[in-house]
């Protein structure tokens, strides 16, 4: 049975990283299809036999976001098992790689040249296509390689079928991630980072566990954020959601939030879920 992908999102997220990694997983990959072709390709496609294709839309090749929903709906109606995958970024992080490959943005105009506009400019023109995806990938602090493996677990070389959990932990000094579905804010806890034999260590240490949990409020609070995600799950599943990332955010993203990140996925283990560890800043100073 053919698969399709179409890997959309904001210039500058990783689009060509993420097609550089499909065609090494054997994916017949397109870079900029007009999409007013794709009734046309997809049956040439399905004429040459092809199983897996990867097809990278920006705004060079949409007219209208419409397009890309209309292709997606062309796929429902023959039933052809089909996904998208959203590349987002944060603007600090889009201005850095602009600035370093010195390569303009397609939306940048002759008479506005402020690269920031056109970023937003395209964020507004993607909303319809963000809302569609099955998937949304944050690159912002994501290295090539862990863009990769969070590819692989999408396209279920690592994993089963069903929703992907992710329990992620973060901190807030380094940003908010724009894929989180839940995010809880956990800096009300006691903090380890003020306990010199502490300080060095992360949430993935048992005694900055026993530290952090040790506070009745810390048991309350995620006796509560697990019976709301308990809660939650079936509910995104019935609505056919791909994917939940439930985010937990402390000042640095080192003890408490990667405390409640590990908690969380041990008791959705218990439960009967897979969810999957994200620990974003913890290498981070």
Known sequence: MMEVLFISGVSGAGKSTTMDVLEDLDYYCVDNLPLQLFSTFLELIENAGYQKVAIAADL???????????????????????????????????????????????????????????????????????????????????????????????????????????????????GTPSEADLMFDVRCLPNPYYVEELKAKTGLDKEVRDYVMHSENSEQMFEKIAALTTFLIPLYEAEGKSQLVIAFGC??????????????????????????????DIDKN
């Not at 879920?273 to 994200?278: D, E, H, M, T």
């Open 251 to 280: 000042s640095g993203g080192h003890h408490r939030s990667v405390t409640f990140a590990e908690k969380l996925a041990q008791y959705l283990e218990a439960q009967g879920f897979s969810p999957l560890i994200s620990h974003r």
């Open 60 to 174: 060079r090749g949409i007219n209208a976001p419409g397009e890309l929903v209309g292709s997606d709906d062309l796929l429902e109606a023959k039933h052809i098992e089909h996904k998208i995958i959203f590349m987002e970024c944060s603007n600090t992080e889009l201005l850095k790689r602009y600035n370093l490959s010195r390569r303009r943005h397609p939306l940048m105009e002759q008479k506005d040249k402020n690269i920031l506009h056109a970023i937003e400019r395209e964020r507004t023109l993607l909303i319809p296509i963000r809302e569609r995806a099955d998937y949304v990938i944050d690159t912002s602090f994501l290295k090539p390689a862990q863009l990769k493996h969070r590819l692989l677990e999408i396209l279920n070389e690592e994993n089963g079928e069903g929703m992907r959990i992710y329990s992620m932990s973060f901190g807030f000094k380094h």
